[in-house]
């Protein structure tokens, strides 16, 4: 006698499914975010540390024990008679299972889940205080390091860049206000942004499918489907059914077009040549107007028409100076001069600001016959422009520093006291705390007073972003002003003396401190992550060498 039968699945599978699905920690709570505006969410919060992530968001949330026992326990449930925007399989939100057990909390129920001690027995308690929307509660089975949290909020950044309602992180918003975005195209499917460079990213509902080499399609930038527009994806949601998919049919021959309208790139050659066909009366007057070919010592890009009136009429003196010279960006930050960067006189094949000058003169004339009357002031040294300043250095106010900076600076006016006590008591003297400054020199890596301030200089400063390397440098410098009670002409006495006050001085700290150093460094790195300053690899590396802990709480 034949009978009909069902197939069921083992929970081994299922198990087996949930490890498979989840790719990253980012992608996890990328599938919680896409369950969250299905869940007609207007807002999603995200908090992580290093131990522990909380999800919160205020949306419709399980709102009966029915639907929690349809649709957060049955994998692969149906989705008839549900307006949802992602969800298409009904097994996203284990995801983050495979990285902590978790809570959920949402109107009078809490579902406990812990598949690696409990397996896919999962606990439903319900009778609670109201709660609105819903709250996922997490502790990761392993803590994360700091790379691994920097690599999380980068890939979520990405994933979650063009979706509809505002996502934050830790408190600030990740995610991009699509209508206040500049696209190259606006189809009824899709917003496309082309750029010559770079990876083409395809986003389904402003989440990140996948992203193409800028080779694939000749272009690269963003292509994003407008709301309620899909495309045809894959179970993992990682690539395009381009075969099947209507929508890709649609917005690929736009990305194939040989012709798009997208600026010329304005290379140092481009500048180049449009220097010598200004100097040879042959570049029309509206490259003038519009082509930016004069360089500054700060990197800024200017057209001829914009610097003209002001240089050509002697309004402010015209000097040049190389690259990374910290006195000349000063002198053309507080506007004593407009200081061109060397390679501009390159560019003009010029020898001296003289001879660039004259032919900025004799080219503008040509097209606008009132500058036959200029007067130019030209200084061949720009520091003739700030004679007036002791030995070259200058203090830069606080209103001035970068956040970079001042997160330095905050960290070495701590380390400042420590490394005072530390010189007293080597020396069997009082020394007092000495207030941490910024300022710029082009001969001096930090100078002092010798009784109250140190002053550091904005390139030697930088050194802060090189990881523990840099700041041993730091340190070094800090201390060796510390054990200055005069200065002059901003150099170290070189004598014996000095050398056995920082032997002594050198000796005890590492006696007494073996961590101030690393203490420093941490601090510095925390000091960033406050700030929201990107820090590199190496920084990130030697943080988590030394088994630094982030100071971020839920």
């Not at 326990?73 to 925007?85: C, D, I, K, L, S």
């Not at 990197?299 to 690259?323: C, D, F, M, N, S």
């Not at 490394?419 to 001096?444: A, H, P």
Request: overall charge neutral; hydrophobic content about 40%; proline content about 3%.
């Amino acid at each position: 006698m034949a009978n009909i039968r069902k197939f069921t699945v083992a929970p081994e599978i299922i198990y087996s499914l949930i490890k498979a699905q989840a790719g990253t920690l980012a992608k996890s709570v990328g599938e919680c975010v896409m369950n969250s505006i299905d869940a007609a969410a207007s807002l999603i919060d995200i908090a992580i540390t290093q131990e522990s992530i909380l999800i919160r968001d205020d949306g419709r949330g399980f709102q009966t024990r029915e639907e929690i026992e349809q649709c957060f326990e049955v994998f692969g449930f149906e989705h008839e008679g549900e307006a949802r925007t992602f969800g298409q399989f009904g097994i996203g939100r284990a995801q983050l299972w495979n990285y902590c057990p978790t809570v959920w909390t949402t109107h009078e129920f809490r579902m406990v889940v812990d598949i690696r001690n409990r397996g896919l027995d999962y606990e439903l308690m319900d009778g609670l205080p109201h709660l609105q929307g819903l709250t996922i509660e997490g502790r990761f089975y392993e803590p994360l390091s700091v790379h691994d949290l920097y690599l999380f909020e980068k890939e979520l950044k990405e994933l979650v860049k063009f979706v509809a309602i505002p996502v934050r992180l830790n408190g600030k918003r990740v995610n991009k206000d699509i209508a206040r975005e500049k696209w190259t195209y606006s189809t009824p499917e899709a917003w496309i942004k082309l750029k010559e460079t770079g990876e083409l990213a395809v986003y389904n509902l402003g989440f990140l499918i996948r992203s193409y080499p800028a080779s694939e399609f000749g272009c690269g930038g963003f292509v994003v489907s407008k709301p309620g527009v899909r495309f045809a994806l894959n179970m993992a949601r990682n690539d395009i059914l381009t075969a099947d998919c209507e929508v890709w049919k649609k917005i690929k021959p736009l990305l194939q077009q040989k012709e798009k309208p997208l600026r010329i790139k304005m290379t140092e050659a481009k500048r180049e040549q449009l220097a010598q066909l200004f100097l040879a009366g042959q570049l029309a007057e509206t490259d003038v107007r519009e082509s930016k070919i004069i360089q500054d010592i700060l990197g800024r890009y200017h057209t001829l028409t914009e610097i003209a009136p002001e240089l050509l009429w002697g309004q402010k003196p015209v000097t040049a100076a190389p690259l990374g010279n910290t006195l000349a960006e000063y002198v053309h930050r507080s506007k004593r001069a407009f200081v061109l960067q060397q390679t501009t006189l390159d560019r003009f094949r010029a020898d001296h600001v003289q001879d660039f000058m004259e032919q900025m003169k004799a080219g503008m004339i040509r097209l606008h016959p009132w500058y036959q009357d200029s007067c130019p002031v030209v200084l061949e040294d720009f520091r003739e422009v700030c004679r007036e300043f002791s030995g070259r250095r200058l203090p830069v106010p606080p209103k001035e520093w970068s956040k970079e900076e001042q997160a330095a600076i905050g960290v070495l006016n701590q380390l400042s006291v420590k490394v005072g006590q530390c010189v007293g008591t080597s020396s069997g003297t009082t020394v007092m705390k000495r207030q941490i400054d910024l300022g710029i020199s082009d001969t001096d890596k930090a100078w002092t007073d010798g009784r109250s301030h140190i002053t550091f200089d904005r390139n030697t400063l930088a050194l802060a972003r090189r990881g523990l390397g840099g700041w041993q440098i730091l340190f070094n410098i800090l201390l060796q002003q510390y054990l200055q009670d005069s200065q002059e002409d901003g150099r170290i006495e070189a004598d014996q003396a000095f050398y056995q006050r920082y032997h002594d001085a050198t000796i005890y700290i590492l006696a007494e401190d073996l961590t101030l150093l690393e203490t420093a460094f941490k601090r510095y790195v925390n000091q960033c992550r406050k700030l929201d300053i990107p820090l590199s690899q190496r920084a990130i590396q030697a943080f988590d060498l030394l088994g630094g802990r982030l100071d971020t709480a839920l």
